[in-house]
């Protein structure tokens, strides 16, 4: 009885529009619309999107059409009767109650439909309003007080693997908790993407996304299943989907990650004028989660004007982006920037730049005893018989007269390339001294055999990035 009062309070708190506890899926997605009215668009708008989805001329069930459109069947039938009355579609029976209605365009709906097609291909969810996507965003964001947040025995187990220091631990704790900005540095392969890539897995909470959305009479794609995942299914029990606006999907907070390849261009509205609609910038995308921009100081755009780009309209909630023809239009910015770089911070940014990154946390190599724990623990995932004398072969005659740092990136990599080696020869992995030399070997330039070169001094330990390997690893 209890159960069934909260799950009925739940869903009364839903109707309202107000957040039920942290996590509850029924709280998250709006209620279910039941007229054209309450769905916030016009008439006009329902009967385009319906006679685009019914161009293909085939007779479909009003259920089917309503599922298209992700809209109630109340809603769907408001609409049919605007378009028979408009003699833009007929309805014939298939079946013995109304659900069963089947309805076809017309020859003037047929035209209709194509010249919206015409103007606009998108065909797809209905869209909601802006209006209706501030509101949501705003009772989702990580920054009001009762968001869920992760804790200190929940961080130590995410990062229980990665044998970091217990200080850097608590210093990306506590920028989780902040939800301020964040900026990961530290040589190349130190594993700082990784650690940033995981930090967005840590967001705690759900978050609704709209397929689409509506400003002025133009279409925003917003809903991308790359970057908007689905919930665990445990974490959609209790929602009925009846009583909820399917134009949202429930999603797991988002993670959009750019890199070099970010440009003054992507961080604006872009029109497809294939299909008459816009697409959604990176950050935009992001809201309600983190956006990870790789490889800071490698963008055409320069680190600093990137940062002054964002960080005052997330210190207001709002974006300004821009229409065809100069229309500025204020959308709702709510996501945690996380900046990853390998060059020294004070080469990117000056100190009024460095003073709006809310933390500064230098990623660098590990210790000697966190190295060791990480390639056991490496050898364990790839299913190799570890050796200690191996490993100490490993630091005592190859990382120490290279001048190499113990960087987390190494353990993998080499442990990855014995595997690659052994599989061409047909073989099992095993990890000898023989073994772990060809694999570095394979790895490095510039060094006799990859060991230190008489010709060339050893590598100093750079903190900023003079190192080959790759920062995804």
Known sequence: MIEAEQTAARTADAARGQPGPAGDPVATLPPQPKTVRETGLELSMLVELGAKAMYSGAKIPLPVLAGKLRLSIGVMREVLDAMVAEQMAEAGWGGDTDLDLQYHLTPTGKQRAAEYLARCRYAGPAPVTLQAYREVCLRQSTRQADAPRIGAAEMAAAFADDHLDVAVCEQLGASMQSSRSLLLYGPSGSGKSTLARKLGQLQQGLVAVPHAILVDQDIIQFYDPLVHLAPSLAARQG?????????????????????AELSQEMLDLRFDSANGVYQAPPHFMANGGMLVVDDLGRQRVAPADLLNR?????????????????????????????????YAPQR????????????????????????????????????????????????????????????????????GRICDFASFSGIAPRLTIATLEQAWVSMFAGCANGFASPSLPPAPYNAYGSDPLLERI
């Open 348 to 415: 990117l940014l000056d100190d009024a730049s460095m003073r709006r990154v809310g933390y500064k946390i230098q990623i660098g190599a590990l210790t000697e005893q966190n190295y060791r724990a990480l390639f056991r623990h490496q050898c364990r995932l790839l299913r190799i018989a570890h050796d200690d004398a191996v490993a100490e072969h490993l630091l005592t005659r190859l990382h120490g007269p290279a001048g190499r740092p113990l960087l987390a990136s190494y353990p993998r990599e080499l442990l």
């Open 239 to 259: 929602e009925n989907q009846r009583s909820v606006d399917a134009r949202w999907s429930l999603c797991q907070r988002p993670v959009v990650q750019v890199g």
């Open 310 to 342: 964002w960080t005052t309209p997330l210190e207001a909630g709002i974006d300004q982006l821009t229409a065809d023809g100069g229309h500025k239009i204020g959308v709702p910015f709510d996501a945690t920037l996380v900046f990853v770089t390998n």
